[in-house]
């Protein structure tokens, strides 16, 4: 998971607090309610479905029941290895595969299980390498990311249609929009490609570079300005290019995919209402501490079918404003208090049993 900042928000605009910002989304029903392991979705899903996993049994549970309901016909299973320095991790893991070990229906499951510890930043990467050396897209979730029902139908159904588009390289379910809707489609394209529950083609991933060997090439020529267009955007996404191509950042992948999406001029399809849930914050966690984050536990809601498809592919820029103000907008006081945070979760993991 990426590391997105806990804020304080500072435009009048964007001045909510984190209940107030789960409040705008109380008419939808929670998501607890959402599924039933003995009614199976009627939707026949033809997308393969990426489960991307490594020790923590009780998220991975819930989310193995979500596609439990999709009921893929291949399923592809991309597993970290245990750290050998964390007492019980090896456990954890051996239970965490054992779930996969439920799949009770017509089903090819191919396991990517590594024997080592990779981290996050090389394990899904090299995972979905060797999902694309077999298939042309896919539906890609993580071990903490619940999915709404509706979200397999939306990435199957836009995989589909935007198969040959090369303008498009991601569909996300997850909505940060925080109850408003941009548009009175379906959904919407951006140059964000959230990654909290996605798709995605072999055509697009094939640009995926994790060492971001052009970055140097492409601050020196100011490329960034040409894309974003706003200073502040500019500012942020330099600082993390830098610290990436630094190595100094090595537990994510999403944002040198972020990367790649643009030197592609890429745009990713987000919905108007929010299709995931990710449920993965706690000690447990690589990126979120309990309660760190305005974004975890955000309620879904079913997307409806069929689907209102936009006349045009133009990105959404008033929506983009709103994601970078509200997700990657950090003062230096925030990411003070962002690296204590992480300070503190890795010493209390390092205590737990």
Not at 183 to 189: G, P
Request: charged share 25%; with cysteine; proline share 5%.
């Amino acid at each position: 998971m990426s590391e997105y900042p806990s804020l304080e928000y500072q435009s009048p605009e964007y001045q909510f607090s984190k209940e107030q910002l789960k409040d705008q989304f109380s008419e939808y029903q929670s998501f607890e309610s959402q599924f039933s392991q003995d009614q199976p979705s009627e939707y026949q899903l033809k997308t393969p479905v990426v489960f991307v996993i490594f020790k923590r049994v009780e998220t991975t549970e819930r989310v193995f029941q979500a596609i439990r309901q999709a009921r893929p016909a291949q399923l592809f299973v991309i597993a970290d290895g245990a750290r050998p320095d964390r007492t019980g991790e090896l456990e954890k893991c051996i239970a965490t595969r054992a779930i996969l070990e439920q799949v009770d229906w017509d089903c090819e499951v191919l396991k990517d299980y590594s024997a080592v510890n990779l981290g996050c930043g090389r394990r899904l990467p090299t995972g979905l390498d060797w999902v694309f050396s077999q298939v042309e897209s896919a539906i890609i979730l993580e071990d903490d990311c619940v999915p709404h029902p509706s979200f397999f139908r939306f990435c199957d159904e836009l995989l589909d249609r935007y198969r040959n588009d090369t303008r498009i390289t991601s569909i996300s379910g997850q909505n940060v929009q925080m109850g408003r809707s941009r548009t009175a489609d379906s959904y919407y394209f951006s140059r964000y490609n959230h990654c909290w529950g996605w798709a995605t083609w072999k055509r697009a991933w094939k640009h995926f570079d994790p060492s971001m060997t052009l970055w140097p090439e492409v601050k020196q020529q100011n490329l960034l300005h040409h894309i974003l267009q706003d200073d502040s955007a500019v500012r942020y996404w330099t600082r993390q290019f830098d610290q990436l191509y630094r190595g100094e950042l090595t537990t994510v992948w999403d944002y040198q995919w972020t990367f790649a999406c643009w030197l592609q001029s890429g745009l990713g399809i987000l919905p108007n209402v929010n299709l995931i849930s990710n449920i993965g914050s706690g000690l447990d966690s690589t990126h979120f501490v309990e309660g760190s984050d305005s974004f975890t536990h955000l309620p879904t809601a079913a997307i409806e079918f069929p689907l209102r498809h936009p006349p045009f592919v133009v990105r959404q820029t008033e929506a983009d404003a709103f994601t970078h103000q509200t997700l990657f907008h950090q003062s230096i006081l925030e990411r003070l208090q962002k690296r204590l945070q992480k300070q503190l979760q890795k010493q209390l993991a390092n205590t737990l049993p």
